[in-house]
């Protein structure tokens, strides 16, 4: 724990993933809530939170929940995770309730749906624009950069199931970041 | 077995919850054969206007669990439904984040926090391609994206509202003018 910065408030905490939750259409939530807690409240640094996108989207579970998790718990122990995540589902609950009784109403309309997708391509550019970015961060020499693509053209463009091409990847990467990692560590 | 719709709620989803590796898609095929053609809770038809629905709504789109149980057992239905989704994943990775807090500052450490590093990245670039492959991967959303990705890389600060509203608002003139 650096312990430099101040507590961050549980209020402050749930406030701010309600917002990214209620908000949360089509995906990309990671960049988010990155822009949240690293970009504008400085509450975690960039090196901090970039293992968290990792380890969200390897574990089981939901990605953005997952997140919070990590996040809340980095910043608040258990009860920071536990108030990030009720903050994160709040606000789709809520919309959940509300459309299941008024369904029939607004489901299928056209206009609405166009509307929906094209939010939905907002949000897939956020994400690309946090994945420019990662990949710039994580750029540090050859074999790291050849990690990036292989997972990226395995996941990605062969469509191989997530779970084997990890259980390769990590222990190749860390091996590979193994001197300069205990290096910077020491 | 099947007298008690909560704790049906509870059995069917708390393991799908673990299950749901890579997102919550990878969920959709059991529960809906538990929920239509095992226990009965909504016909068919019914399953697929809650899956409709559950892409309309913010969230995770396994929240279409919660609306099965709100379909079956109301409001305590749909709380319950929420906390066997989402309780036992978040358990697990509260585990695996606490252990990675523990050891912050060791070598070993480092050295996976370094490797997860360019691992992160790749997940996200594949993400970015098949989240495009499903929203069509057209030249309107293909548009969208790079525009919502180059203007958030001009303005760092820039509100998500702008870039989900700017989407928005393109498609639906595309839909206008078509």
């Given at each position: 724990?650096?312990?430099?910065?101040?507590?961050v408030?549980?209020?402050?905490?749930?406030?701010?993933?309600?917002?990214?939750?209620?908000?949360?259409?089509?995906?990309?939530l990671?960049?988010?809530?990155?822009?949240?807690?690293?970009?504008?409240?400085?509450?975690?640094?960039?090196?901090?939170?970039l293992p968290?996108?990792?380890?969200?989207q390897?574990?089981?579970?939901?990605?953005?929940?997952?997140?919070a998790?990590?996040?809340?718990?980095?910043l608040?122990?258990a009860?920071?995770s536990?108030?990030?995540?009720?903050?994160?589902?709040?606000?789709?609950?809520?919309?959940m309730?509300?459309a299941?009784?008024?369904?029939?109403?607004?489901?299928?309309?056209?206009?609405i749906?166009?509307?929906?997708?094209?939010?939905?391509?907002?949000a897939?550019?956020?994400?690309?624009?946090?994945?420019?970015?990662?990949?710039?961060?994580?750029s540090?020499?050859?074999?790291?950069?050849l990690?990036?693509?292989?997972?990226?053209?395995a996941v990605?463009?062969?469509?191989?199931?997530?779970i084997?091409v990890?259980?390769?990847?990590?222990?190749?990467?860390?091996?590979?970041?193994?001197p300069?990692g205990?290096?910077d560590?020491? | 077995?099947?007298?008690?719709?909560?704790?049906?709620?509870?059995?069917?989803?708390?393991p799908?919850?673990?299950?749901?590796?890579?997102?919550?898609?990878?969920?959709?095929?059991?529960?809906q054969?538990?929920a239509?053609?095992?226990?009965?809770?909504?016909?068919?038809?019914?399953?697929?206007?809650?899956?409709?629905i559950s892409?309309?709504i913010?969230?995770?789109?396994s929240?279409?669990?919660?609306l099965?149980?709100?379909?079956?057992a109301?409001?305590?239905?749909?709380?319950?439904?929420?906390v066997?989704?989402?309780?036992?994943?978040?358990a697990?990775?509260?585990?695996?984040?606490a252990?990675?807090d523990?050891?912050?500052?060791?070598p070993w450490?480092?050295?996976?926090?370094?490797?997860?590093a360019?691992?992160?990245?790749?997940?996200?670039?594949?993400?970015?391609?098949?989240?495009?492959?499903?929203?069509?991967?057209?030249?309107?959303?293909g548009?969208?994206?790079?525009?919502s990705?180059?203007?958030?890389?001009?303005?760092r600060?820039?509100?998500?509202f702008?870039?989900?509203?700017?989407?928005?608002?393109a498609?639906?003139?595309?839909?206008?003018?078509?």
């Amino acid at each position: 724990m650096s312990g430099e910065q101040p507590r961050v408030g549980f209020s402050a905490l749930y406030r701010v993933f309600f917002w990214i939750g209620l908000f949360s259409f089509g995906g990309g939530l990671l960049p988010w809530i990155q822009r949240e807690i690293v970009t504008l409240r400085g509450w975690m640094k960039d090196e901090e939170f970039l293992p968290g996108v990792a380890l969200a989207q390897i574990l089981p579970g939901v990605n953005s929940t997952n997140l919070a998790v990590f996040v809340g718990q980095r910043l608040r122990g258990a009860p920071g995770s536990v108030v990030a995540v009720i903050g994160m589902l709040t606000g789709p609950f809520l919309v959940m309730l509300v459309a299941a009784v008024t369904y029939q109403y607004v489901l299928g309309a056209p206009a609405i749906q166009a509307a929906m997708a094209g939010a939905a391509a907002g949000a897939i550019g956020m994400m690309l624009n946090m994945g420019v970015a990662a990949v710039r961060s994580a750029s540090r020499g050859v074999a790291a950069i050849l990690v990036m693509i292989a997972v990226f053209v395995a996941v990605g463009v062969m469509r191989w199931s997530l779970i084997p091409v990890v259980l390769v990847a990590i222990p190749v990467s860390v091996a590979l970041a193994w001197p300069r990692g205990a290096r910077d560590a020491g | 077995m099947r007298d008690d719709p909560l704790l049906g709620l509870i059995v069917v989803l708390a393991p799908l919850s673990i299950a749901s590796i890579g997102g919550a898609s990878a969920i959709y095929a059991p529960l809906q054969y538990e929920a239509v053609e095992v226990r009965h809770w909504v016909t068919g038809a019914q399953c697929l206007d809650l899956f409709a629905i559950s892409r309309f709504i913010p969230g995770p789109s396994s929240i279409l669990g919660a609306l099965i149980g709100f379909n079956i057992a109301g409001l305590l239905g749909a709380l319950v439904a929420m906390v066997a989704l989402y309780l036992p994943s978040s358990a697990l990775c509260y585990a695996v984040g606490a252990v990675w807090d523990r050891h912050r500052g060791k070598p070993w450490h480092t050295a996976l926090e370094q490797g997860l590093a360019p691992i992160a990245a790749g997940l996200i670039m594949a993400g970015v391609l098949s989240l495009y492959r499903i929203s069509g991967g057209d030249m309107l959303t293909g548009a969208v994206i790079l525009g919502s990705a180059g203007a958030l890389a001009w303005k760092r600060k820039l509100h998500p509202f702008i870039l989900l509203a700017g989407g928005a608002i393109a498609f639906e003139l595309a839909w206008l003018v078509r």
